[in-house]
């Protein structure tokens, strides 16, 4: 039997963490997707081959504007920060809501946002989770894994999974170089993560290093990444912010991330009143998509 077509979806393509247009993070956002099914959902994030896609929904809670839905090419995440600042942004820019707050309803849990407006660019603030500080982990096998050397590790500063809403492995180096030598390998990861997480596939491994005070540079590998390597990340970023704040002292600081990838990304973290993760986006087309549907 061959697949009903729902009636077109809006859909709006959004550069997130992006200084200028065509640089940061891309996000296909799926509008009015109440019917589409996960199979539908996650087929659609497949072909898009993007870090996620995402789609808004009814939401379920009287406290939520919308119900958003974050996949992978792989599976569907609880959380994710570069989607939800570039789902904020498409949702009020598709209302003409140029400067709104909006709660956003993930598996996760519940987000605020702002969101900042100027035509097709502006800014987005996300509060994230309040932080969970899980294990000190010993990081050389996946710096192995990853092609850094493990004297690179920094000396006062343990790798340690923290979550926002989704887990990281913030892995701190004591050189922004050592950031340069970072290579891929699905195979070579998997076996160095295997034990670590109830879900290595979605672990985001955050290589890090200060480049002056409050100016970090970041790379970021998972196993569910197009590529193995991700532009941005907004959900390792807060994870990051809050590591600095118990370990330094540190209440602000910005992140360079996806220079080595050519798809330049800044991401700015406060932590004075929360886990507050702020960038640049850039609406930078709109469209109608057909999807089939069960």
Known sequence: ???????????????????????????????????????????????????????????????????????????????AGHPSLGTA?????????????????????EQRLAVTLHGTSGTVSLWQNEP???EVVDASAVLDALTVDVA?????????????GLPALLIPLR???????????????ASALDGLSDDVDALNCYLVAEQSTGHWAARSFALDTVGGEDPATGSAAGPLGAYLRAHRGLLSLDIDQGVDM????????DTREGIRVDGPVHIIGTGQVRLAHA
């Open 262 to 269: 050519g798809e330049p990304s800044r991401l700015h973290v």
């Open 152 to 164: 690179a590790t920094h000396p006062s500063l343990a790798a340690q999974i923290v979550s926002t």
């Open 89 to 109: 942004a498409a949702y009020c820019h598709r209302r003409g809501l140029r400067d709104h707050e909006v709660v956003q309803q993930t598996l996760s849990g």
């Open 1 to 79: 039997m061959s697949p009903t077509l729902t009636p077109s979806s809006p859909v709006t393509f959004v550069d997130v963490f992006a200084v200028r247009p065509l640089e940061g993070n891309l996000l296909p956002v799926v509008h009015d997707a109440d019917d589409l099914s996960d199979d539908t959902m996650a087929r659609f994030a497949r072909r898009m081959r993007q870090p996620e896609t995402s789609y808004v929904q009814t939401a379920t809670s009287s406290s939520a504007d919308y119900r958003h839905r974050i996949f992978t090419v792989a599976a569907e995440l609880p959380f």
């Open 175 to 189: 050189d922004p170089a050592a950031l340069t030598t970072a290579s891929f390998s699905a195979t070579r990861l």
């Open 132 to 134: 969970v500080f899980g």
